[in-house]
């Protein structure tokens, strides 16, 4: 089970340019608002023509536009589950469901089938309500029961959770997670949630401006993200320009001073990154030390967060977010002044 997808698309101020291979595995794409996830997933759906391109499932071409073949959606076999569920408001939940049988089948068969994946969704006594007599729990599930029932090949999933509260997040987390077990084929979800990212799948496309800005399995690309973009969208809150000064060695152009590196510098590196809760009060250490002013100190329930300003007063960057231990913080509780150490193996060494 396999997806092959190189598309272009020109929207006039924004253009989608998107190459991607999925293997039968969970796939994220994770970014920003209008960076082109929904998009690409409309596109593989059909119903989005891309300019030029090819998307190819499981050997079968839906779109190539060298040989101009363009599947019509119901010939996809394709399941895109949309953010409002897309239920029609006029049908029941048990002819919501079946209208995602593809096959000419007998009314009681189509029932038969529709019975046992209620069941499976826990939506037996239903059948006869309305999507607006159901909650955004059961809509969802209704959404997913129609989707499966019509035997995709992938599914594809654009931000599953948004239009749910979140105390019911997640339940309906976990239950999407034992769909997507059971599921054989590849499934794509579209998030820009980091969390939710890391939980759900195995493997993270970082989008930015329509485009792949950096593809790696998820354990790697969190830990080391190669791009600012990647690091940003993976929780990283701290960054500096650098000067890079030798293999080892980077200048933080807005934090100031000289820092030593875990990793070797490349002549790509533009930025460095540190993640709040790598950073430490000094112990004795002199290398990778800054002294900060403390700007801020905020009570955030079950740790301490602290806002430092690093000593470059004219570059007018945000101050530093870091977070401690509150038994880490209580030695430093009214300082004005507080000298930080920056391990690094911490640090991240990102491309533009």
Same mark, same amino acid.
């Given at each position: 089970?396999?997806?092959?997808?190189?598309?272009?698309?020109?929207?006039?101020?924004?253009?989608?340019?998107?190459?991607?291979?999925?293997?039968?595995?969970?796939?994220?794409?994770?970014?920003?608002?209008?960076?082109?996830?929904?998009?690409?997933?409309?596109?593989?759906?059909?119903?989005?023509?891309?300019?030029?391109?090819?998307?190819?499932?499981?050997?079968?071409?839906?779109?190539?536009?060298?040989?101009?073949?363009?599947?019509?959606?119901?010939?996809?076999?394709?399941?895109?589950?949309?953010?409002?569920?897309?239920?029609?408001?006029?049908?029941?939940?048990?002819?919501?469901?079946?209208?995602?049988?593809?096959?000419?089948?007998?009314?009681?068969?189509?029932?038969?089938?529709?019975?046992?994946?209620?069941?499976?969704?826990?939506?037996?006594?239903?059948?006869?309500?309305?999507?607006?007599?159901?909650?955004?729990?059961?809509?969802?599930?209704?959404?997913?029961?129609?989707?499966?029932?019509?035997?995709?090949?992938?599914?594809?999933?654009?931000?599953?959770?948004?239009?749910?509260?979140?105390?019911?997040?997640?339940?309906?987390?976990?239950?999407?997670?034992?769909?997507?077990?059971?599921?054989?084929?590849?499934?794509?979800?579209?998030?820009?949630?980091?969390?939710?990212?890391?939980?759900?799948? $195995?493997?993270?496309?970082?989008?930015?401006?329509?485009?792949? !800005?950096? /593809?790696? @399995?998820?354990?790697? =690309?969190? #830990?080391? %993200?190669?791009?600012?973009?990647?690091?940003?969208?993976?929780?990283?809150?701290?960054?500096?320009?650098?000067?890079?000064?030798?293999?080892?060695?980077?200048?933080?152009?807005?934090?100031?001073?000289?820092?030593?590196?875990?990793?070797?510098?490349?002549?790509?590196?533009?930025?460095?990154?540190?993640?709040?809760?790598?950073?430490?009060?000094?112990?004795?250490?002199?290398? $990778?030390?800054?002294?900060?002013?403390?700007?801020?100190?905020? !009570?955030? /329930?079950? @740790?301490?967060?602290? =806002?430092? #300003?690093? %000593?470059?007063?004219?570059?007018?960057?945000?101050?530093?977010?870091?977070?401690?231990?509150?038994?880490?913080?209580?030695?430093?509780?009214?300082?004005?002044?507080?000298?930080?150490?920056?391990?690094?193996?911490?640090?991240?060494?990102?491309?533009?």
């Amino acid at each position: 089970m396999s997806l092959s997808l190189d598309i272009r698309k020109d929207f006039g101020g924004f253009r989608l340019d998107m190459a991607l291979e999925v293997e039968n595995e969970r796939l994220a794409l994770l970014g920003a608002s209008g960076c082109g996830k929904s998009m690409t997933l409309r596109c593989i759906a059909g119903i989005v023509t891309p300019d030029e391109g090819r998307i190819v499932l499981n050997g079968r071409t839906l779109f190539d536009s060298a040989r101009r073949i363009n599947l019509p959606p119901q010939q996809r076999r394709v399941g895109l589950l949309f953010q409002n569920y897309a239920l029609f408001p006029n049908m029941t939940v048990e002819q919501n469901i079946t209208s995602g049988i593809r096959e000419r089948l007998p009314r009681e068969e189509k029932r038969r089938l529709c019975a046992g994946i209620m069941e499976k969704f826990n939506l037996t006594g239903l059948e006869k309500h309305r999507p607006a007599q159901l909650s955004g729990g059961q809509q969802q599930r209704v959404a997913l029961a129609r989707i499966l029932i019509s035997r995709p090949e992938i599914l594809l999933l654009d931000e599953p959770f948004s239009a749910l509260d979140s105390y019911l997040r997640w339940e309906l987390e976990q239950e999407l997670m034992r769909v997507l077990r059971e599921f054989s084929g590849p499934a794509i979800l579209v998030s820009h949630n980091r969390d939710e990212v890391y939980r759900i799948c $195995n493997r993270v496309a970082v989008v930015k401006n329509g485009s792949v !800005d950096a /593809l790696d @399995d998820r354990e790697p =690309l969190f #830990a080391h %993200p190669p791009t600012y973009q990647a690091a940003l969208l993976t929780g990283c809150k701290n960054f500096s320009a650098v000067r890079r000064l030798d293999e080892h060695h980077v200048e933080a152009l807005d934090w100031g001073g000289t820092f030593t590196c875990g990793r070797p510098v490349g002549e790509e590196i533009r930025y460095l990154g540190v993640r709040p809760h790598f950073v430490h009060p000094a112990a004795g250490q002199t290398e $990778n030390t800054l002294t900060c002013r403390v700007v801020q100190v905020i !009570d955030n /329930l079950v @740790d301490i967060i602290v =806002l430092c #300003a690093p %000593p470059v007063p004219d570059r007018h960057q945000p101050p530093l977010q870091l977070r401690f231990k509150r038994e880490e913080w209580a030695p430093y509780q009214g300082r004005e002044e507080i000298t930080l150490y920056f391990d690094p193996r911490a640090l991240l060494l990102l491309r533009d």
